[in-house]
Structures are given as structure tokens and as C-alpha cells.
């Protein structure tokens, strides 16, 4: 992953985005969207060479495979929603950005309740 390319893309688009606003604020939401998708897509390729690390790293620990795909799973999971909450307030709609930031933490929720069980069950295990 080359920070540099992905860093200049990001200044390009936000002076280009600077200069759009004020003349086609449509065509600036349009710009800020795709410039925010491209640079998610470029960033994929770190994210599955640090998921492979956590991989490897819990298979060499001993750890469960379910706590380390837990632990991704969430990290996507808000990553996803930070990024579509942000995409929305910079189209104007804030008001779905806060409804997709509570369906992200609701998903993340959702998954970490069975890790949230299971160590419950061992604390009350080795208290008991």
C-alpha cells in the first residue's frame, strides 16, 4: 500500500471538492463520495494483510479462531459504519449518518454478545 499515492488523492480531491463547492455543490457531495469509496477500496489490501497477521498470530497463541474473527468482524464493522456515517454528512444528511452510526454500534452489538456470554460464564465458573 502506497500511503503517498493515497494521501495525494485525498488532498487532490479535497482542493477539487473546495473549488466545487462554491460553484456545484451537487457535483462537490458527487466528488467527496467517490473519492471517499476509491480511497476504501485502495485500503483494502492492508486490511487483509492485518487480518492474515491476526490470523497467524492467534494460531501460534493458541487463541479460539471465533475471538479473533469476532475481534475483525467488529473492527470492519465499525470502520464500515464510521465511513458511511461520514459519507453522509458530507452529502448534508446528518440525520442518516446518526442513524447509520446506531445501526453500526447495534451490529457490533450484536456479534460480541456471544463473547460477552462466554466470558461471563467463565468469570462465574472460577468464582464459583
Known amino acids: 500500500m502506497d500511503i503517498a499515492r493515497w494521501v495525494g488523492l485525498g488532498i487532490g480531491a479535497a482542493v477539487l471538492y473546495a473549488v466545487l463547492r462554491e460553484a456545484r ?3 462537490a457531495a458527487v466528488l467527496s463520495l467517490a473519492a471517499g469509496a476509491v480511497l476504501m477500496l485502495g ?25 479473533v474473527s469476532t475481534l475483525l468482524r467488529v ?7 464510521q465511513f458511511g456515517a461520514q459519507a453522509c454528512r458530507d452529502a448534508g444528511a446528518g440525520g442518516i449518518a446518526d442513524k447509520v452510526e446506531l445501526c453500526g454500534k447495534v451490529a457490533v452489538l450484536s456479534i460480541a454478545a456471544p ?13 464459583a
Do not use: F, K
Open 115 to 127: 463473547v460477552v456470554v462466554s466470558l461471563m460464564d467463565v468469570v462465574t465458573g472460577v468464582l
Open 43 to 67: 485500503v483494502l489490501g492492508g486490511v487483509q494483510e492485518v487480518t492474515a497477521a491476526m490470523r497467524s498470530l492467534s494460531s501460534r497463541v493458541g487463541l479460539e479462531g471465533t475471538y
Open 75 to 81: 473492527i470492519g464493522i465499525a470502520y464500515l459504519a
Open 25 to 27: 455543490p451537487e457535483m
